[in-house]
């Protein structure tokens, strides 16, 4: 069910590719591999000799995924005699195929917190018994385990038989010249989410009461599907959900990202917005700190004068310091 149009698998997408070219630069002389994807992702995957690509229909719905998860990869894995059989949402099949060892990725583990109630939510997150369900199958069944950061191989690793491997995560962001301060639109772009973990509400109103934000005259904005539940009488600007190539150019051109999370296995939108040349506020959790260690806008938390601290070391930087975070 990958979908490049969907934000929720962009991230997923540019993993697989990334993962498929460092393999294929890899292969002995006797192996070959096979990547199963949808056309329009098949399209993007890198030429190479010993690589072959089998085009398949996107699944969809809960049904086609669990279709394509649990009888499909299987009938593959026997039909192609696959060795080994990696399945990047973390998913392995409840009877896998005899002969195929099974790799997965799990970025993190939030949705097993979820079920554990560690985020208070009103409503059920949908799938999340079966998603959930199915990681804590995964990570016990599958014969390695792949993830993204050491913050998130520590959190994996009290479901697992053996400790996963941190291997990164690659951004996808396009190689493109830093845009100075100076010619930016004094805006402060947010990921919104409805996500009881993310705390969007929370973080826009911190920035709505913000001195530095107002005294800079620097515009909220909003990215996301919907303004989040709450904050209906702020002043933002709604900016929908744009694509991947209009959101980094958003992030190009704000004066800063603002993100928070109380908890991530890694935390893209503020690595993303450095590595575009982008201050970016984010909060103090243990991967973004190993990720952006140094870097200015961390946050301990929305509550009082923290936001504004870090927001007034954000809008002091200079364009030699700017750059210096961005090549760090």
């Known amino acids: 069910d990958f979908d490049l149009r969907s934000r929720s698998s962009i991230g997923t997408v540019h993993y697989g590719l990334g993962l498929v070219g460092a393999l294929a630069a890899m292969l002995e002389a006797d192996e070959q591999l096979v990547v199963y994807a949808p056309p329009d992702i098949a399209a993007l995957l890198p030429l190479h000799d010993r690589l072959r690509i089998e085009e398949l229909p996107r699944s969809v719905g809960v049904k086609g995924r669990m279709l394509t998860e649990q009888v499909e990869s299987v009938r593959r894995a026997r039909r192609d005699r696959l060795s080994v059989l990696h399945l990047l949402k973390g998913m392995v099949p409840v009877a896998p195929a005899e002969g195929t060892a099974y790799v997965v990725t799990v970025h993190d583990d939030i949705p097993l917190q979820y079920l554990r109630g560690r985020f208070s939510s009103r409503r059920p997150l949908a799938?999340?018994?079966?998603?959930?369900?199915?990681?804590?199958?995964?990570?016990?069944?599958?014969?390695?385990?792949?993830?993204?950061?050491?913050?998130?191989?520590?959190?994996?690793?009290?479901?697992?038989?053996?400790?996963?491997?941190?291997?990164?995560?690659?951004?996808?962001?396009?190689?493109?010249?830093?845009?100075?301060?100076?010619?930016?639109?004094?805006?402060?772009?947010?990921?919104?989410?409805?996500?009881?973990?993310?705390?969007?509400?929370?973080?826009?109103?911190?920035?709505?009461?913000?001195?530095?934000?107002?005294?800079?005259?620097?515009?909220?904005?909003?990215?996301?599907?919907?303004?989040?539940?709450?904050?209906?009488?702020?002043?933002?600007?709604?900016?929908?959900?744009?694509?991947?190539?209009?959101?980094?150019?958003?992030?190009?051109?704000?004066?800063?990202?603002?993100?928070?999370?109380?908890?991530?296995?890694?935390?893209?939108?503020?690595?993303?917005?450095?590595?575009?040349?982008?201050p970016a506020l984010r909060p103090g959790l243990p991967s973004l700190d190993a990720a952006l260690e140094g870097v200015p806008g961390r946050v301990a938390g929305l509550e009082g004068p923290r936001p504004d601290r870090a927001l007034a070391g954000l809008r002091d930087l200079d364009e030699r310091q700017v750059s210096h975070w961005r090549a760090g």
């Not at 993100?259 to 575009?276: I, M, R």
């Open 127 to 278: 799938n999340n018994a079966y998603v959930s369900s199915q990681i804590l199958w995964a990570l016990w069944r599958a014969d390695a385990v792949l993830t993204i950061s050491e913050a998130s191989a520590e959190a994996l690793a009290v479901y697992c038989r053996r400790r996963p491997v941190s291997v990164g995560e690659g951004l996808t962001v396009p190689e493109t010249p830093s845009v100075r301060l100076a010619e930016r639109e004094p805006r402060v772009l947010v990921f919104a989410s409805a996500l009881p973990h993310k705390q969007t509400a929370e973080l826009l109103a911190a920035l709505d009461r913000s001195a530095v934000v107002a005294e800079a005259g620097w515009r909220i904005a909003v990215v996301g599907p919907t303004r989040p539940g709450g904050t209906g009488h702020l002043d933002l600007d709604d900016l929908g959900t744009p694509t991947s190539d209009e959101l980094h150019r958003l992030v190009r051109y704000s004066r800063l990202v603002a993100f928070h999370s109380t908890y991530e296995g890694l935390g893209l939108p503020p690595l993303e917005a450095w590595a575009l040349g982008t």
